[in-house]
C-alpha cells in the first residue's frame, strides 16, 4: 500500500474512532408527551447550572402578506405577562432566582432561552408552562409592543444601510417563497395587525407539539420528564402550522436592483440560490464558505482586502434553513474603488475554485476550522442544548451532530469543485448595490 493511502486510512480510522468517543461522552435521553412535545435531556453536571431551550417550529415562513412579522412580535409578547406571572414578572421572578433568559426569531424557528441554577428548576418549568398556556392578550400591552417593534425596525432596517440591503436582496431573489419578507416584517403590517390576526398566529405557533425542549445541565432525565409532565404535559395542543409546500421557482437570469441613501461608502450585495440544511451539498457548500471566507487566510480575504485592496471587509455565507436558502456575499469598497470592481473580483475568485478547483490543504484546513468551532460551541450546556435542538430541528434527529465530523470527512475536493460550479453562476444570482446619496 502506498504511504499517501495509508495515511488516508488512517486519517478516516482516527476521525471515526474520535466520532465514536465524542458521542459516548453525552448521556441523552428523549420522551415524547402525551400533547407531542418532544422533550430531550442532556446530562452534564461539570457545573450546577442548566440550560433550557425551546425550539418552536413558527418564522417568518408561516406568515402570508399582511401579517407578516408576527412571529417576531410574539418573541417580545412572550415576556410581557400571562395568568400567573404578570407583566414584568417573567424577567423578574426568574432573576431573582438567578436566572437569565434570550429569545430569537428567524425565518424558521422562534428559540426560547433560559439560563439558570439548578435550585430554580420546578420555577422555570412553572414560568415556561404560564406563558404557554395563558399567555396575556391585554390590548395595552399589544399596542406598547407594536410601537417597540416598529422602532426595532427602524433601527435595524430603515436606518441600516445593511439592514436595508439584505431586505431588498431577499426581495428580489425570492417571487414565490415566503423567505421573500423580512423576519421583522413590514412597517405597514406591523401597523395593522389586528387582535384576532396574533390570537390565530398564537394557537398555532405555540402548540405543544410544534415544539421541542432541550434541557442541558446538571440534572438528569427522570426529574425532567416528571417536570415536564406536571407542567406541560397537561396543556392541550392545537393543529400546528400548515406545511409550507411553496417552491421557489428555478432562478432563470440575474437580477440587479440599486439603492440609493445616504452612506460613506457603498456596498455590494450578493445572493446565490442554495439548498436547505438536509440537502446532501450542504457540507460541501459549508467547506467552499470556510476555504472562500473564513478568516484572514481566506481566498477573498487575500484577494480583495490583502493584495489587491479593493474593500475594506469580505463576507460571505449561509445558515442551516428548512427551504433552500441564499449564500450570501457583501463587501464594501474602499473610498475611490468602483463596486463593479469588487465585483469582478469576486467572481474571478468563484471562478478559479469552478477551473482549478481547491488544494489538499485548504480542505484539510477547512476541515479543521470547520470542527473546532463545532467541537467548541459542544463545551458549554447552553452551547449543547443549542446544538442538540438545532440538529434535531433542522436535520431532522439530533444524532446526526455526532456523525458531523464524519460527513466533514467525506467532502472531497472535486466536491467542493462540483457546488462551485452548480450555484454560483450568472443565472443563480442577485445583486443589490447601495450608491450612496448626499444627505
Not at 147 to 161: L, T
Not at 401 to 413: G, H
Request: proline share 5%; aromatic share 12%.
Amino acid at each position: 500500500m502506498r504511504p499517501g493511502k495509508c495515511a488516508s486510512l488512517l486519517l478516516a480510522l482516527l476521525a471515526l474512532l474520535a466520532s465514536d468517543v465524542f458521542a459516548q461522552q453525552f448521556q441523552i435521553k428523549t420522551h415524547t408527551l402525551k400533547n407531542g412535545m418532544k422533550i430531550i435531556v442532556e446530562e452534564d453536571r461539570s457545573i450546577p447550572n442548566v440550560a433550557l431551550y425551546v425550539f418552536y417550529r413558527i418564522g417568518s415562513r408561516n406568515e402570508r402578506p399582511g401579517t407578516t412579522g408576527l412571529s417576531h412580535f410574539f418573541e417580545h409578547m412572550m415576556f410581557n405577562g400571562a395568568k400567573k406571572y404578570g407583566p414584568k414578572q417573567f424577567d423578574q421572578t426568574m432573576e431573582a432566582a438567578g436566572g437569565s433568559n434570550n429569545a430569537y426569531t428567524n425565518r424558521d424557528l422562534t428559540v426560547y432561552q433560559d439560563w439558570f441554577p439548578k435550585s430554580a428548576l420546578e420555577l422555570i418549568f412553572d414560568l415556561e408552562a404560564d406563558r404557554i398556556r395563558d399567555l396575556s392578550f391585554d390590548p395595552k400591552i399589544i399596542e406598547s409592543e407594536r410601537g417597540v417593534v416598529a422602532s426595532e425596525r427602524r433601527s435595524s432596517v430603515d436606518a441600516n444601510n445593511f439592514g436595508i440591503l439584505f431586505e431588498q436582496l431577499y426581495a428580489d431573489a425570492y417571487t414565490a417563497h415566503p423567505y421573500q419578507w423580512p423576519v421583522v416584517g413590514w412597517m405597514v403590517d406591523i401597523e395593522n395587525w389586528k387582535l384576532e390576526d396574533l390570537k390565530r398566529h398564537f394557537e398555532m405557533g405555540y402548540a405543544p407539539s410544534n415544539a421541542t425542549m432541550v434541557v442541558s445541565g446538571d440534572i438528569t432525565a427522570e426529574e425532567i420528564f416528571k417536570l415536564a409532565e406536571k407542567y406541560i404535559e397537561p396543556i392541550p395542543s392545537h393543529a400546528a402550522p400548515a406545511p409550507v409546500t411553496t417552491r421557489e421557482p428555478e432562478q432563470l437570469g440575474e437580477r440587479r436592483a440599486v439603492v440609493k441613501k445616504f452612506a460613506q461608502l457603498p456596498i455590494l450585495l450578493l445572493g446565490y440560490h442554495v439548498p436547505e440544511a438536509r440537502h446532501a451539498d450542504y457540507y460541501a457548500l459549508q467547506m467552499l464558505q470556510t476555504i472562500l471566507f473564513s478568516g484572514q487566510s481566506s481566498r477573498m480575504y487575500q484577494r480583495l482586502v490583502d493584495k489587491d485592496q479593493l474593500a475594506l471587509f469580505v463576507n460571505g455565507g449561509f445558515g442551516a434553513t428548512f427551504d433552500p436558502t441564499l449564500f450570501t456575499v457583501n463587501a464594501q469598497p474602499k473610498a475611490n474603488v468602483a463596486p463593479a470592481q469588487v465585483e469582478a473580483a469576486i467572481y474571478e475568485e468563484f471562478d478559479k475554485v469552478k477551473n482549478a478547483g481547491v488544494t489538499d490543504n485548504e480542505l484539510q484546513k477547512a476541515r479543521n476550522i470547520l470542527l473546532a468551532g463545532f467541537y467548541r460551541q459542544m463545551k458549554t450546556i447552553s452551547g449543547k442544548a443549542n446544538t442538540i435542538g438545532t440538529y434535531e430541528v433542522f436535520f431532522g434527529d439530533y444524532q446526526k451532530l455526532f456523525s458531523a465530523a464524519d460527513d466533514y470527512a467525506k467532502v472531497t475536493k472535486e466536491d467542493v469543485q462540483r457546488v462551485a460550479k452548480q450555484y454560483f453562476n450568472e443565472k443563480n444570482r442577485t445583486v443589490v448595490t447601495l450608491v450612496p446619496e448626499k444627505q
